[in-house]
């Protein structure tokens, strides 16, 4: 009777085809999590708007957690990549419709008074006389305002999924490890 050989290991999928879930996962997320930015835009309430962030930032965390999930990595540098790559995704479908939903909304003259006022309120008597002196109307601070706002936005929530991201994605990987018995 001749010896059974040994089956080799199964050979680890190639990064292409681990990074595939990842970027399903991330496309569902960002859809889902624009839909949360959008409607915290339209949000008059202030407790609202926390609320929403605090969805969307969850969200991108747990985005990685479940792109590591869905590429089956069992190592958390695996896991980080994939939920880096899903999180990143799912920013970028934020930050675009963050964007487009301020865009939209600062071409309302009702919605730009109600942000000018809001500007103006931040400001203390000595912060208004300084605009006076420089000859800086209240508008031109608004639109500057708001132009950082889309600024900050845009390039915050893809650099906030990647991080999240990758952060969920190695948790998911350490719980997808295999059971091993010592």
């Known amino acids: 009777m001749l010896p059974r050989p040994t089956p080799k290991p199964a050979s680890p999928a190639p990064p ?16 889902t999590l624009g839909l949360a930015a959008a409607a915290q835009q339209f949000s008059a309430d202030n407790d ?44 970028l479908f934020v930050s675009a419709v963050f964007i487009a939903v301020t865009l939209v909304q600062s071409l309302d003259p009702e919605t730009m008074r109600v942000l000018q006022t809001q500007v103006e309120q931040q400001l203390n008597p000595a912060q208004t006389a300084q605009l006076r002196a420089a000859d800086v109307d209240i508008r031109t601070l608004t639109q500057f305002s708001l132009g950082l706002t889309v600024t900050c936005c845009g390039l915050g929530f893809p650099l906030l999924g990647l991080f999240l991201g990758a952060m969920g994605g190695g948790a998911g990987a350490v719980t997808n490890r295999p059971n091993r018995k010592m």
């Open 16 to 31: 292409a085809q681990n990074l595939r879930p990842a970027l399903r996962v991330g496309l569902i997320a960002g859809r």
């Open 48 to 91: 609202m708007r926390v609320l929403g962030t605090s969805i969307i930032l969850t969200g991108l965390g747990v985005t990685g957690f479940f792109a590591a999930r869905a590429a089956n990595a069992e190592q958390r540098t695996v896991g980080s990549r994939a939920g880096a790559l899903g999180g990143l995704i799912a920013g």
